[in-house]
């Protein structure tokens, strides 16, 4: 519409950052390529090779294909990540060995932050997202708190939902999932979704899932000694955009989402002590309801484009736990509230890009916070980043963000060079700063919660300082038609970390600024077109992760696997016949001192279409029936037993 090739390069970007980028291709090998578009690294447009970072991209038709039943799942299959679940199989996602608390999840670039309240916390994230709306997902490994604050220092995990589009069209999809060793854990997951036009002016998407997840044991169901190694889960879940093009420039997307997920009651917890004859069992119960509502304004000027969104939270928890002083049953609720507002523009070689970033938290929990029965945590930030082209092959990306929470001011840098040093290979690296703010219930002095098996109380301090960390990372990357392959090394310091620490008179628990981590590594990986059927994928991370407690003592960070491996072999038999045999190998990892041994676990996977509409996948996951117990009982996470799936999807 008369716009020039900069202008619409700039529209690209605005809806590149808010879901509306070009479809991605289908295979896991073009989806790594190097023409692939991310916006997580810089908030604008940038294929894999020229962004500021190292990023991996996932797209819906991986999510459909892998014999995973959960978007956490699928994350733990990629370079530098681990999903190091609990015992009863609550996932925490760790990029470069680092908690995942230092783990930032956004969905469309907007903070996702509904379990904040918690202490414990959750897994609820996870799974408030429907699989079937997910159009791609943009995993950047390293620190990213110059452009998003706190929170990521290990790296940023961006949920990009899929947008209307102009034809009305949807699908209906099923999936049944059974496991063949221990005891129940049957899955079901039933998903439908429509996008379309509704005239020239205003489009809509609406993608609605259910899941149900009976409890799995290990052993049976009837030992009375053993809690379940998955809980059960039942989620129903909803996400809609409604889209109004105002102009062939401007345009407002206003989005809904509803989740609940609930975590029926359960056993967590079983010791017997044979000197007192005493038996503890612990038990809880947790249902998350959210809705989360949003407005988003993107526009093209003369200069450049802007987007600005205003989004809210809302969060009731139902929480019970017979570990909590009486009442166990307890009701929190959370109200998050956002404005973002960023602005790019061009002029000689510079590629300008900032904003302003506000956030507002309430926390409603009268039972621990005991004079007010509530926290609210203001927080505010401007931020710039300047992509500078030195020359037609190098560029420097320089980017800082300033900070203002509870605790006072916090600026935070990033210096990154990008160098091209062919049309195949690329070298990059740089120097990113990162930071994690308290969270309100270790920062607000009267928050006080039972702790120490219920012999204290863990209490708030205002004189928290944030964490902070530095990270070094280097690499390369090589893209080719039919073949790409990367290589990092990293280097993280993290200082400052927030301990609860015992003190015995009177005992009492109270969060201190105590401890260090080191972690470092490389990150290897590659994928490659053998012929027209054959594919392979694959990837090698090698971990250090050390500690550092408040006597200075050092050692191992726990449930950190020095080596992780996966390799998929990908055939496309026919139009209409496809398969994957994939290996995934999780190398030695220490646990209270004690070294855990390494393993293997095999899965098989195979999708066909029916006809034009119809694709039906199957599968076996965990083919050799890896059991992590009969290895060693200190393993503190697990591996589901063998299971088959089936599931069936309906295009129209």
Not at 581 to 590: D, K, M, N, R, V
Request: glycine share 8%; charged share 20%; proline share 4%.
């Amino acid at each position: 519409m008369g716009m020039s090739f900069t202008k619409k390069t700039m529209v690209a970007a605005i809806a590149g950052v808010c879901g509306f980028g070009p479809a991605m291709a289908a295979s896991a090998v073009d989806a790594q390529d190097a023409g692939t578009v991310v916006v997580s690294a810089t908030l604008r447009e940038h294929n894999l090779a020229s962004a500021p970072a190292f990023t991996t991209v996932l797209t819906a038709d991986d999510i459909a294909k892998s014999p995973v039943n959960s978007l956490a799942d699928l994350l733990r299959e990629t370079v530098g990540v681990n999903n190091q679940s609990d015992g009863t199989g609550r996932d925490e996602i760790q990029i470069r060995g680092l908690p995942g608390k230092y783990t930032l999840m956004l969905v469309n670039g907007r903070r996702l932050s509904s379990t904040g309240a918690l202490w414990r916390g959750g897994d609820f994230d996870f799974s408030s997202i429907p699989l079937n709306s997910i159009k791609r997902v943009e995993i950047v490994r390293g620190p990213m708190a110059a452009l998003y604050g706190s929170d990521a220092i290990g790296g940023v995990i961006n949920i990009i939902t899929k947008t209307p589009t102009r034809d009305w069209s949807g699908a209906v999809t099923g999936e049944y999932r059974t496991i063949a060793s221990g005891d129940q854990g049957d899955q079901y997951r039933l998903g439908a979704s429509v996008a379309g036009a509704i005239d020239d002016a205003v489009s809509l998407s609406i993608s609605g899932e259910d899941y149900d997840r009976k409890p799995w044991y290990s052993t049976s169901a009837a030992d009375p000694t053993r809690p379940p190694r998955l809980e059960e889960k039942r989620a129903q879940n909803l996400v809609s955009t409604l889209t109004w093009k105002l102009s062939e420039t401007q345009s407002l997307d206003f989005d809904f989402g509803y989740n609940k997920d609930e975590r029926p009651l359960g056993m967590f917890y079983y010791s017997y002590n044979p000197q007192w004859n005493y038996t503890a069992k612990d038990f809880r119960a947790q249902t998350i309801k959210r809705s989360t509502f949003g407005v988003t304004h993107k526009a093209l000027w003369g200069w450049g484009s802007t987007t600005a969104f205003l989004s809210q939270e809302e969060t009731r928890i139902d929480d019970f736990n017979s570990r909590y002083n009486k009442p166990q049953q307890r009701v929190l609720r959370e109200k998050n509230t956002s404005a973002k507002v960023y602005g790019s523009t061009e002029f000689g070689n510079h590629s300008v890009t900032a904003g302003v970033d506000l956030r507002r938290q309430v926390v409603k929990d009268p039972l621990s916070y005991l004079t007010t029965g509530q926290s609210t945590t203001d927080r505010s930030a401007v931020f710039v980043e300047d992509e500078i082209a030195l020359t037609k092959q190098l560029s420097l990306t320089l980017a800082g963000r300033e900070d203002h929470t509870d605790f006072g001011n916090h600026f935070t840098p990033k210096s990154y060079l990008v160098y091209q040093a062919t049309p195949e290979w690329t070298v990059k690296g740089g120097v990113n700063k990162a930071f994690k703010a308290p969270d309100a219930y270790q920062l607000v002095k009267d928050y006080s919660i039972v702790s120490c098996g219920g012999g204290c109380y863990l209490n708030g301090n205002p004189d928290l300082k944030p964490e902070t960390s530095i990270n070094y990372e280097f690499g390369v990357e090589f893209h080719r038609k039919g073949l790409n392959a990367s290589a990092a090394a990293f280097k993280n310091d993290v200082k400052e970390m927030i301990d609860s620490i015992y003190s015995a008179n009177p005992p009492s628990r109270k969060w201190l600024n105590v401890a260090k981590a080191k972690t470092s590594g490389i990150e290897l990986q590659a994928d490659a077109v053998i012929n027209p059927t054959l594919s392979i994928s694959g990837n090698y991370t090698h971990l250090n992760a050390n500690y550092t407690d408040q006597s200075g003592k050092e050692a191992k960070l726990d449930n950190r696997p020095r080596q992780m491996a996966s390799v998929s072999l990908n055939w496309n038999a026919a139009a209409w016949l496809q398969g994957a045999l994939a290996a995934h190998y999780t190398g030695e990892q220490s646990y209270d001192a004690a070294m855990l041994p390494a393993y293997t676990r095999v899965d098989v996977s195979a999708s066909a279409k029916a006809g034009r509409n119809i694709t039906l996948r199957f599968g076996v996951k965990n083919l050799t029936d890896v059991n992590l117990e009969q290895k060693n009982k200190s393993f503190q996470t697990f591996e589901l037993g063998r299971n088959y799936y089936v599931s069936a999807a309906y295009a129209f």
